[in-house]
């Protein structure tokens, strides 16, 4: 367990002992060789510095998601999310992390006019959090936008198959890929993106079969949620994967149930004010004897 000194003139936390160098865009690109990854990719959400302190030492990865619309912000989608928000909770991430590579989400709106309104606002993201890579949702129809954002020097991870932006136009958040024609559509989405430059895809809340598929077809790693143990690594949201919300969908373990510990603790903490046993002399300020 790491512990951490506060430097109160940044806010930065430096975790004690000090790792080494944080993990980069071709160290996570070469996981995979010849079409294997040996260790799977250990990738999860984080939207505040101090989550970010806590998931840093274990994962590779650390995503920005967008979905902190609706985790953070109470949102009904990722919809609303704006580049503003990515940038603020971007630069927490960064601030609360050493080792694990930070990848912000590219909120809706922001890049699918065209290539040069992504780089726009990639540049933005990158400039203002510091991170190492943005992410981006779509096929071959986003293709163009990710070689022109790589060829420029801006690392994108790909996310197929079910995309929470396209909400609207999927008509919901079920899994992807049930008749065949889709499944193939997102195979080849899933290449072309690959293809056009991105170092890593996500594949959401597809069929196992077609991840696997995608796992086996494209070269860069792929990172499941909803998806299959046979991708090169996995993500989660992690305050579903903590248990702090009561409905989770079905893809999502849960490693804890902090929301009933959080309860617990609130309902301890209102009895004892309420019964005026708290604060105790140990919490109170008094003239030293
Ligand atoms: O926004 C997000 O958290 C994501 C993950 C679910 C992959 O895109």
Redesign the pocket.
Known sequence: MSTFTMDTSTSRATPSPVPGRRTTVPAIRDRKQDGRTEQPIVML?AYTMRMAQLLDPHCDML?V????GQVIYGLPS?IPVTLEMMCAHGAAVVRGSWHALVAV?MPFGSYEASPEQAFQSAARIMQETGCAAV?LEGGEAMASTVSFLTQRGIPVVG?VGLT?QAVNALGGYGPRGRNQLEAARIVSDASAIAQAGAFCL?A?GVMEEIATKIAKTVDVPVIG?GASAECDGQ?L?TEDMLGLFERTPRFVKRYDDLASRIGEAASAYAREVRERTFPTADQTYRPKP
């Open positions: 959400t995503l998601g967008d979905s902190l990722t989400d992410k996310h929470p996500v959401e949620i993500v949201v």
